[in-house]
């Protein structure tokens, strides 16, 4: 049997406790607080992997993008050579929901899409 295309869906560690190099290279590193309040504007930093991620022609990043479950917020596009595969963006959470998922996948041009989340509560 065949193994699994590295396109074919989002990429995911099959154990987060014991990454391969290319995971660590791969996935997306979320900084951000485990809490914020409802309604004020929080940073997010995200990083491509915690092994930096080279940007050349032949290998680069292309894009970042930020949900907050499912909902879409942002996509970074980046350019190889002129870029580094990481991001500062800043979301505003309100509502009724008092948890969500931020979730942040990118793709490499060679090894497809990876995908890194966090969990954050929302305080009023």
């Given at each position: 049997m065949s193994e699994k295309s590295l396109f074919c869906g989002i990429n995911k560690p099959a154990d987060l406790n014991n990454?391969?190099?290319s995971e660590k290279k791969h996935m997306p590193v979320i900084?951000?607080?485990d809490v914020v309040k409802?309604?004020?504007?929080?940073?997010?930093?995200i990083k491509v992997g915690a092994i930096p991620h080279v940007m050349e022609e032949a290998h680069h990043i292309q894009w970042i993008d930020v949900?907050?479950?499912?909902?879409?917020?942002?996509?970074?596009?980046?350019?190889p050579v002129?870029?580094?595969p990481e991001a500062t963006v800043t979301l505003l959470k309100s509502?009724?929901?008092r948890t969500t998922t931020l979730r942040v996948v990118e793709r490499c041009n060679l090894h497809g899409q990876w995908e890194a989340t966090k969990e954050i509560t929302v305080n009023e």
């Open positions: 990454l391969t190099d900084e951000c607080p409802s309604g004020e504007p929080f940073k997010v930093i949900y907050s479950g499912q909902n879409f917020n942002v996509r970074i596009d980046l350019t002129f870029t580094k509502g009724k929901h």
